[in-house]
């Protein structure tokens, strides 16, 4: 029901910045909460940043201050903003929909397949 397509990753030196884009394809962009992820080599998948319909944000604390959720209804598109990027934040940056369960709807959530973003010198 739903296609997401990361892009706008890639290599970005220390102190840089860059932004990534969530392209969905489907019905009812605007129920969705939306978010970003990120896995680290060896890690576990952590939370980024979440964002509602109505534009409540959420951030994890590693990245708070440096990077910016945003979305576009109209165009069925999530941004992240990402400013001075660090080489820990080197991963990769899954974006994700969720649609809690409610009367005749099963909850949902849907990945896409994730765009590499790399932070070194």
């Known amino acids: 029901q739903v296609q997401l397509v990361e892009s706008g990753g890639g290599l970005v030196q220390p102190g840089g910045s860059l932004r990534l884009s969530c392209a969905a394809s489907g019905s009812m962009f605007s129920m969705y909460i939306m978010g970003w992820y990120r896995q680290a080599p060896g890690q576990q998948r952590g939370l980024v940043a979440t964002?509602?319909?109505?534009?409540?944000?959420n951030y994890g604390d590693n990245v708070k201050g440096r990077f910016t959720i945003s979305r576009d209804n109209a165009k069925n598109t999530v941004y992240l903003q990402m400013n001075s990027l660090k080489p820990v934040d080197t991963a990769v940056y899954y974006c994700?929909?969720?649609?809690?369960?409610?009367?005749?709807?099963?909850?949902?959530?849907?990945w896409g397949q994730g765009t590499q973003v790399t932070v070194s010198s």
């Open positions: 994700n929909a969720f649609r809690r369960a409610a009367t005749f709807v099963k909850e949902a959530n849907y």
């Open positions: 964002i509602t319909s109505g534009g409540s944000t």
